[in-house]
Structures are given as C-alpha cells and as structure tokens.
C-alpha cells in the first residue's frame, strides 16, 4: 500500500524504476523503494557551500596538542 501511495506524488515510470532497483538490490521493503524515489527526485544542493569551508577563513582545523603522545614510539622503526 505504500508503494502505491507514492503514485500520488511521483510518476509511475519513477516509482517502477525504483522498485525495479530494489529488487536488484535484493528487497521489497516500501522504506526502501521510498527512500530510492526520494533520492532520485531530490535534487542535489550546490557544492559551494560546502567548498566556501575549505577556503581561507573557512573550517579550522583543531590544533592536536602532541606533547601527549610518545611521538618516537609512534614513528615507524622508532623505539
């Protein structure tokens, strides 16, 4: 009944599409045929956000305190 309830929303060549895809994956579960439609249907937000982090004055990095650590032990061949 849920599979056929996203016929209300999505187009039927989708939702066959969808279940034809779970079932190569081995199921028939309707969240799984939901979640493949809706990943199909969403459209994929812009990078640019996400590469605005990687600018300068973007994401820090945490500054690892290593005077913590056994450094020499940690290298390789080190004591």
Avoid: F, H, N, W
Wanted: glycine fraction near 6%; aromatic fraction near 2%.
């Amino acid at each position: 009944m849920a599979v056929l309830r996203l016929l209300l929303t999505y187009s039927a060549k989708t939702v066959a599409d969808c279940v034809s895809k779970a079932l190569a994956c081995g199921t028939l579960d309707p969240a799984a045929i939901e979640l493949l439609v809706r990943q199909r249907t969403t459209p994929i937000p812009p990078a640019a956000p996400l590469l605005a982090l990687r600018a300068p004055g973007g994401l820090q990095r945490p500054v690892v305190d290593m005077t913590r650590y056994d450094v020499p032990s940690l290298v390789e061949g080190g004591a």
